[in-house]
């Protein structure tokens, strides 16, 4: 089994220490590939013991198989200096991000999605783009979807909501100030929060009842910084047509 694949299926069973390890290991996998255990528990001021439960959980014997894998998967050797980003590198995300849907978790948020009375989705920048069209997916059947990218508008919506609505919430950093305060709100509220951002641990991921993730390498050419949202815009495709799938009806779907 691939190393997404893993993440994929023991996501839910990770706290927020076992997704900052995560994150870290993935973002300097070039580096922890050359860590020994109690190095890289003494960089994220953690016990080892803490290192080894969390590759456990992975379903890994030990740290030793964790980084093996994780070198494997992102093609690292220890001692080869990583490469810049490339534009293949977009296609391996977009693979990535397949492989770390999490069917259990896309289960439990179609099952939000149908029972719950409104749908609000909060997403700004180049983020809009994949939420307004799941809005605009959701509204074609008859749901109750709406689309916000302004901070005013964002808030008067979260002030609004109740037990019996569920928010969306889009940002691949998970560290979007105006979806993390609209975010809040809307948790404040009593409703049902489910989060889309890039794979580690991040602010809106720790505070949604339920995470779908992407990966997304940054390409800098030229001193100009590219991330691409088509993986956002792929899981969001994703949700909708397994909604239709289990929930929607024949003639509805036809009309799209």
Do not use: W
């Amino acid at each position: 089994m691939d190393f997404f694949t893993r993440i994929a299926e023991h996501t839910p069973q990770l706290n927020r220490s076992d997704n900052e390890i995560l994150s870290y290991c993935v973002r300097h996998h070039e580096q922890v590939a050359r860590l020994k255990v109690t190095e890289l528990a003494d960089k994220l001021f953690i016990s080892p013991a803490s290192v080894i439960r969390f590759c456990k959980k992975l379903g890994f014997s030990g740290f030793a198989e964790f980084k093996a894998s994780l070198r494997m998967e992102l093609g690292e050797t220890p001692g080869i200096q990583k490469q810049d980003s490339r534009p293949t590198d977009f296609f391996r995300d977009i693979q990535k991000t397949i492989q770390m849907v999490s069917e259990e978790t896309v289960e439990r948020i179609l099952e939000l999605i149908h029972t719950k009375r409104c749908i609000e989705i909060y997403a700004v920048g180049s983020s809009r783009m994949p939420a307004a069209e799941l809005a605009k997916r959701f509204q074609i059947i008859g749901k109750a979807a709406f689309c916000y990218d302004d901070s005013t508008l964002m808030n008067i919506s979260a002030r609004q909501l109740t037990e019996n609505d569920l928010v969306l919430a889009l940002s691949i950093s998970g560290e979007t100030s105006l979806v993390i305060s609209a975010a809040n709100m809307a948790k404040s509220k009593g409703a049902a929060l489910v989060s889309f951002t890039n794979l580690g641990s991040n602010t809106l991921s720790s505070i949604a009842d339920e995470n779908l993730y992407v990966t997304s390498t940054n390409f800098i050419k030229a001193d100009q910084e590219v991330l691409s949202r088509v993986q956002l815009l792929i899981i969001c495709e994703y949700l909708f047509f397994r909604y239709i799938e289990n929930y929607g009806n024949e003639s509805a779907a036809g009309a799209l």
